[in-house]
């Protein structure tokens, strides 16, 4: 499909990855960009620069995790957009923490965001889409969610829950018009890390020889470049395919050289 023309749905779109999106669907020729993320100053700032463009902006800014919030969100933008041809669920949040770092309430944040925050999101718009007739259902994710490394375990386990939910959704919609795509990207040069310190410590050392790391606008592109060739799985950068591949056929040693050059505890067990 082509962005040409249509009504994008962006969340965490305040910085990163998603206001990339929102700037690149805006340069693609979108005629609306709708943006949801926590921060109303931050996305009032994106939606200028998609406004500056040409296309539309609705930014709405909304907790993600409170269903109530993100209903009424949602609410308005059918009242004032139509249903969105394309939805993008970028948003996410947490530490690479090994078990006994996370305290339970963050490891339940992280399931809140991107797991819960997607659940609901899609099963707000999902009758709307169903009765259009169809639509794009597209789940940023995290390596992660394919390979775990050491000292990320409650991350880790959030993303295989996204994974899990766009698969099991997949087939949930088989029949129907509606697509279901996963984007898995390697590291990706953002805020994210600044705002997370001592995570890019935790790169296996694997991931650190063979991947560059991507830009925002670098993994925005292969996004969108993605959606419009209607591919069910996006994977960025090439040399990460490369490394699934590998996995696949010899998972094994894949797994054997995430775990030698990962994080690892102190002899005495302590984190």
């Known amino acids: 499909?082509?962005?040409?023309?249509?009504?994008?749905?962006?969340?965490?779109?305040?910085?990163?990855?998603?206001?990339?999106?929102?700037?690149?669907?805006?340069?693609?020729?979108?005629?609306?960009?709708?943006?949801?993320?926590?921060?109303?100053?931050?996305?009032?700032?994106?939606?200028?620069?998609?406004?500056?463009?040409?296309?539309?902006?609705?930014?709405?800014?909304?907790?993600?995790?409170?269903?109530?919030?993100?209903?009424?969100?949602?609410?308005?933008?059918?009242?004032?957009?139509?249903?969105?041809?394309?939805?993008?669920?970028?948003?996410?949040?947490?530490?690479?923490?090994?078990?006994?770092?996370?305290?339970?309430?963050?490891?339940?944040?992280?399931?809140?965001?991107?797991?819960?925050?997607?659940?609901?999101?899609?099963?707000?718009?999902?009758?709307?889409?169903?009765?259009?007739?169809?639509?794009?259902?597209?789940?940023?994710n995290s390596p992660a969610a394919l390979l775990p490394w050491p000292g990320a375990c409650a991350y880790s386990a959030a993303r295989w829950a996204l994974r899990g939910f766009a698969e099991a959704l997949r087939a949930d919609l088989h029949g129907t018009p509606i697509m279901v795509s996963t984007v898995v990207l390697g590291m990706v040069e953002s805020q994210y890390f600044a705002h997370n310190p001592g995570v890019a410590e935790r790169i296996p050392r694997l991931a650190r020889r063979v991947l560059p790391p991507l830009s925002t606008d670098q993994a925005a592109a292969a996004i969108l470049d993605g959606i419009e060739r209607r591919r069910r799985l996006i994977i960025a950068p090439a040399a990460l395919r490369g490394l699934f591949w590998l996995h696949a056929v010899t998972p094994w040693l894949v797994r054997r050289l995430t775990l030698a050059g990962g994080w690892r505890r102190g002899v005495s067990g302590e984190p």
Do not use: K
């Open 1 to 140: 499909m082509q962005l040409r023309g249509t009504t994008v749905l962006v969340t965490g779109a305040s910085y990163g990855i998603g206001a990339a999106l929102a700037r690149s669907v805006a340069q693609r020729g979108a005629t609306c960009v709708v943006l949801m993320a926590r921060s109303a100053d931050a996305l009032g700032h994106v939606a200028e620069t998609v406004t500056a463009m040409g296309a539309r902006a609705l930014p709405l800014a909304v907790d993600l995790t409170d269903d109530a919030a993100l209903a009424s969100a949602v609410h308005t933008l059918l009242a004032e957009t139509g249903v969105p041809d394309v939805v993008i669920s970028n948003a996410g949040s947490g530490r690479w923490l090994a078990i006994d770092e996370t305290e339970p309430a963050e490891a339940r944040a992280m399931m809140a965001m991107p797991y819960f925050a997607a659940f609901t999101l899609t099963r707000l718009l999902i009758g709307p889409l169903l009765a259009r007739g169809a639509g794009h259902l597209v789940y940023v």
